[in-house]
């Protein structure tokens, strides 16, 4: 089955530590994003990878970071940073990075900060 | 800066009653309009995505209707079920030089009763 995998669902971490959200997805797609969802809110965009080895900043970056170096996978690294990591994290894909394509999610991460 | 609003935040209906959801978004400069559907604690769901130039797309018993000049989407449900019962998202796709990007609205939480 082709999809878009994130793990873990539930993570826990402890003030001051970094953690690495993992966001898989077998569909071929050349576009991956990472959103936040807070409750009562829409989801924010926090970082956008249209090829391999590129990204960008989205309206949210601070505290965050990524890397692209393979098509199929987009981590995102929540750093010690970023002051209200506690969130629902959400990664999608699109087949191109033309304005077009329905974004494809994954199930989600639920992160806590203890 | 697009900014997108949905009402209402929340809608109780009974069971086989047709309803709209609504969208708004501040700058009609868009590409597309997508919908999405969010079950409690998972990822999103697409719906319906209708492109700039069409007026509006149907599937199953959904109906997107598109209108830029006033900045507003509706979303029709016709002849509810509890199965219907979620969260719904509007996303306008904006037009900028960095591909596909979406702002999001804060959804209306759907419940159908029996």
């Known amino acids: 089955d082709g999809g878009i995998t994130q793990s873990p669902k539930y993570l826990f971490r402890k003030e001051g530590q970094n953690v690495t959200l993992s966001c898989e997805q077998n569909?071929?797609?050349?576009?991956m994003y990472w959103y936040r969802q807070d409750p009562g809110q829409g989801l924010r965009l926090i970082y956008y990878s249209q090829i391999v080895n590129d990204f960008q900043k989205g309206d949210i970056a601070e505290g965050y970071s990524v890397s692209r170096e393979k098509k199929e996978s987009f981590p995102l690294t929540v750093t010690s940073a970023q002051k209200n990591p506690t969130a629902f994290y959400l990664c999608?894909?699109?087949?191109?990075?033309?304005?077009?394509?329905?974004?494809?999610f994954g199930p989600g991460t639920r992160l806590t900060v203890l | 800066k697009q900014e997108v609003t949905q009402i209402p935040a929340a809608l109780s209906v009974p069971e086989g009653e047709n309803l709209v959801l609504n969208c708004s978004f501040t700058?009609?400069?868009?590409?597309?309009l997508q919908w999405f559907r969010q079950d409690p604690g998972k990822g999103l769901t697409s719906l319906l995505l209708i492109q700039s130039s069409q007026r509006e797309q149907t599937s199953g018993r959904l109906n997107a209707s598109l209108d830029k000049s006033s900045g507003r989407s509706t979303l029709y449900i016709a002849a509810s079920q509890p199965g219907d019962s979620a969260t719904y998202l509007c996303?306008?796709?904006?037009?900028?030089?960095?591909?596909?990007?979406?702002?999001f609205g804060t959804g209306t939480q759907l419940k159908v009763e029996l």
């Open positions: 999608a894909s699109t087949l191109t990075s033309g304005s077009a394509d329905t974004q494809y």
């Open positions: 700058d009609s400069a868009i590409y597309n």
């Open positions: 569909l071929n797609h050349d576009a």
């Open positions: 996303a306008a796709n904006i037009l900028t030089g960095g591909g596909n990007k979406l702002t």
